[in-house]
């Protein structure tokens, strides 16, 4: 059993930029990043394989947020920048048995607590 735990949220301007991090209890594998805002769906937002070499993003963050690992302190982190309102959610760092899960939640079979992040306009 793998346990989550994100830090790094908060209240950030429009423009501004915050970085989450996410720390594993131990080793991971398939890393992702994923939120729901209110009355909404989950979504997914980036993802990254074990060894770093393969990264995807929905199409909203594109260009603004970047995934990252450190296989040795057993770390994922999430840069965004240029941040928009629209991004408001809680975030949720993931974590599956697999080579790269990518945007299907069902492949994630870890889950931290969430972090709040709010961009106010």
């Known amino acids: 059993q793998v346990q989550l735990v994100e830090s790094g949220g908060g209240l950030v301007q429009a423009g501004g930029s915050l970085r989450l991090s996410c720390a594993a209890s131990g080793r991971t594998y398939a890393m992702g990043w994923l939120r729901q805002a209110p009355g909404k769906e989950r979504e997914f937002v980036a993802a990254i394989n074990w060894s770093g070499s393969t990264t995807g993003y929905a199409d909203s963050v594109k260009g603004r947020f970047t995934i990252s690992r450190d296989n040795a302190k057993n770390t994922v982190t999430l840069q965004m920048n240029s941040l928009k309102p629209e991004d408001t959610a809680v975030y949720y760092c993931?974590?599956?048995?697999?080579?790269?899960?990518?945007?299907?939640?069902?492949?994630?079979?870890?889950w931290g607590q969430g972090t709040q992040v709010t961009v106010s306009s």
């Open positions: 993931a974590a599956g048995n697999t080579y790269f899960s990518g945007s299907n939640s069902n492949k994630y079979d870890y």
